[in-house]
């Protein structure tokens, strides 16, 4: 098929400075009609210090339609996506969420239902949800999203309708390279043994478990539970308490790569403040905790293992400034993200689409 991207700027990960040179200092479009050949329609290139992640799209004619461009170059977005793991797509005509999810249907396919939640959202417009409601000055750590569970998303987009007045990036990083990058003994312990879950739903606990499983009744999310062999246990007042054992690493199922691939470092305890953690165990049982990681054993984690994880992601971070109505696609196998705090008033919306696992996303 005839290709409407240009070719790529610089190698996969990484090279000299000017093939690193930021989109934004690419020479100017010029006014042309979008009859141009295909390769003319949009241009591409790195962040600076992006070393690959993401690949940045941007229209190089007036008029581009998004959408129409997007689908005609479907396969090769996703070659491209496979390739990087991530993709900038700046400069578009992408104002709403309805022209957004639009947008990522046409490489996607139809979006998915948030379920089995692991943090607070809002639906905004059909399956696009606004991003993790945590409080501005909370960091949420780089990760895969579901990874805490056997079924997710093979792609995930966010769409940046208000920038923060400060801070408040999405930095993302290549889980191909986070695996390398981790002690090949961890990598090893983790892979065998894999991961354990264990979370408490309630409120002043985790998410209240109509949040999660978005229903009101006991006998569906027994059924879903079962499906995606989830140990669950009804507690009194309401109360509900699950255990999943899932994969620390995985496999792309069309690049063949091993990525890092869990929420470990998320759910142990050590990912709490120091105070807040001291606090919940000198009034609960740890296995009361509202959630913790074990591995898939129910032995514990050692701090220290989940203190390498977590540098192995710093290393691997990259970080840029959102723009207005900027969209970013992921691989959600390929690449982690995580978001840092922030000042002022800040709108990322998220989607997810493509489901990959054994009970499939929507359960």
Known sequence: MPSEVSPQVGPRHGGSDSESTSIRNAVSAKRCAVSLSPERLVKTGFLEGGAGLPLVVEPCVEGVDPVAWASSQR???????????????????????VEFERFIVSVSGDLLEYRYRSTPRSRVSGNVYSSTEYPAGEHIPLHNEMSYTTSWPMKI???CTRPADEGGETPVADSRRVFARIDPRIREQFTRKKVMYARNYGERLDLPWQDVFQTTDKAEVEAYCRRASIDFEWRGGDGLRTRQVCQATATHPRTGEEVWFNQAH??????????????????CREEDLPRNAYFGDGSHIEDSLVDEIRDAYRQETVSFSWERFDIVLL?????AHGRTPFAGQRKIL???????GAAGVEG
Request: charged content about 15%.
């Open 75 to 97: 396969e090769l977005i996703v070659a491209r996506l496979q390739e990087h793991g991530g993709i900038l797509f700046r400069n578009f005509s992408v104002t709403t969420p």
């Open 157 to 159: 987009a966010f769409f």
């Open 266 to 283: 998320l759910f142990h305890t050590s990912n709490l403040k120091p105070e807040v953690r001291h606090s919940l165990l000198a009034a």
């Open 331 to 335: 691989d959600n196998m390929l690449a």
């Open 350 to 356: 998220a989607a997810m689409a493509e489901p990959h």
